[in-house]
Structure formats: C-alpha cells, structure tokens
C-alpha cells in the first residue's frame, strides 16, 4: 500500500540539511520511511538514530564552515606565491633570452651588427642571384642555430627581432 503525505519544514537549518542531502544524490523519501519506521517500529532508541544524524550533519557543517575560513586565509598567501613564482620565471626566461640572442648575434648573425638593414639590402642582391631571397638566408641560419643549441626553430625567429628589432616589418621569417 502507497499513500503519499506532503509536509512543510519550516526549520531552516533543517531545510538546508535536506537540500544539501538532495544535492548528493540522496533519497529523501528513502530517508523519511527509514527514519519513521525507526520511530515506530525501531528498538525504541529512535532519539539516539536522529542524534547521530544531526551530529554527523552538524559536523559537516562545521568542518566546511573551518574549511571557508582557512580557504580565505590561505587563498591570499597562494596568490601571492602563485605572482612571486611567475615573476621570477620572466626572469629567468627574460635572462636565458639574453643570453640567447647575444649568442645569435655574436655567432650567426655577426654581420648583420652594424647595420642590419644595410645588410638586409646586400643579402637581397647576393641571394637573388642564385634564386633566393634573404628570407631563405636567415632561416637557414636560424634553423642551423637552432639545430646546434637545442632550442626550438620557432623560439629562435622570435629571438631574431629581439636581437635586431629594426628588421621587424622588413622581413617576414
């Protein structure tokens, strides 16, 4: 036999524990017969079965409520960590650059230090000749230095315009 029964809670501390039960995945209906059929036909110790559940949801709550209070505590102290650690990787990144493109300029690119757009243009004259462009020049050697120091093709042509910034916009690599 099935007979359904509608009840209002007007507990809100109770109405939150149910919603909170219902979020789950918890049977509230399933819940509700187990607890009346304690209280009816239980070993008469139902006070002790509600007890424990209210303690057990009364502690949850508490541990979240600590768990909110350490999470707003420790989130600034992580932010902070989280910016010092990115800051001091820019650096590092922004000094083996450096030293990259001092490398670049010193070992590949000699020639292009005094005036690279001057050379650009000698390099445009030379490579037409034999049917290239300078574009095929350069990237040859950026593959080459690539190649020789372990780093990638791509992060080497950015480093190129770091090392000569004028030739940006003359040259597309």
Do not use: C
Not at 41 to 48: I, Y
Not at 121 to 146: H, S
């Amino acid at each position: 036999m099935r007979s359904v029964f509608s009840f209002g809670v007007n507990d809100s501390n109770l109405v939150e524990a149910i919603n909170e039960f219902k979020a789950r995945g918890g049977n509230l209906s399933g819940l509700i017969n187990y607890l009346l059929k304690n209280y009816f036909f239980g070993d008469g110790n139902h006070e002790r079965i509600l007890t424990k559940e209210m303690m057990f949801l009364n502690e949850i709550k508490d541990k979240l409520q600590e768990f909110e209070e350490w999470k707003k505590e420790i989130l600034p102290k992580i932010e902070k960590l989280e910016e010092e650690l990115s800051k001091k990787q820019e650096m590092k990144q922004q000094e083996e650059d450096a030293s990259i493109i001092t490398l670049l300029r010193e070992t590949k690119f000699s020639d292009f230090i005094d005036d690279p757009i001057k050379k650009l243009e000698d390099m445009e004259f030379m490579t037409k000749k034999i049917g290239k462009t300078p574009r095929d020049a350069i990237n040859a050697r950026l593959d080459a230095f690539a190649l020789e120091n372990k780093i990638p093709v791509e992060k080497v042509k950015g480093l190129f315009f770091k090392a000569f910034p004028e030739l940006e916009g003359k040259i597309k690599l």
